[in-house]
Nanobody, 121 residues
Framework: QVQLVESGGGLVLAGGSLRLSCAAS????????MAWFRQVPGKEREFVAA????????YYADSVKGRFTISRDNAKNTVYLQMNSLKPEDTAVYYC??????????????WGQGTQVTVSS
């Protein structure tokens, strides 16, 4: 079992930045690919970014490319999502997820509880 706890969400003005963190409870964190997803009420959860276990490969949704950066620190069992140039349409609950495989599908073995990001215009 891997427990994931997100933090760093909040309210920010359009054009601003936030950094989300996701702390994992297990030492085998480094063997999992990690990803971020987001969901707006009434809409399906969507893929945002993913990173391989080593950090050597990353994938991004087209909507966030060039603005968001995913990274990880395996020594701290933590994955990050740096979000710059935020837009009101980035407003959502952001979820961290862990899976043995790196992919962009909205499936994962473990999910966090989510953190709210609100971008005000």
């Amino acid at each position: 079992q891997v427990q994931l706890v997100e933090s760093g969400g909040g309210l920010v003005l359009a054009g601003g930045s936030l950094r989300l963190s996701c702390a994992a409870s297990r030492r085998t964190f480094s063997s999992y690919a990690m990803a971020w997803f987001r969901q707006v009420p009434g809409k399906e959860r969507e893929f945002v970014a993913a990173i391989s276990w080593s950090g050597g490969r990353t994938y991004y949704a087209d909507s966030v490319k060039g603005r968001f950066t995913i990274s990880r620190d395996n020594a701290k069992n933590t994955v990050y999502l740096q979000m710059n140039s935020l837009k009101p349409e980035d407003t959502a609950v952001y979820y961290c997820a862990a899976d043995p495989n790196l992919h962009t599908r909205v499936v994962a073995q473990y999910w966090g509880q989510g953190t709210q990001v609100t971008v005000s215009s």
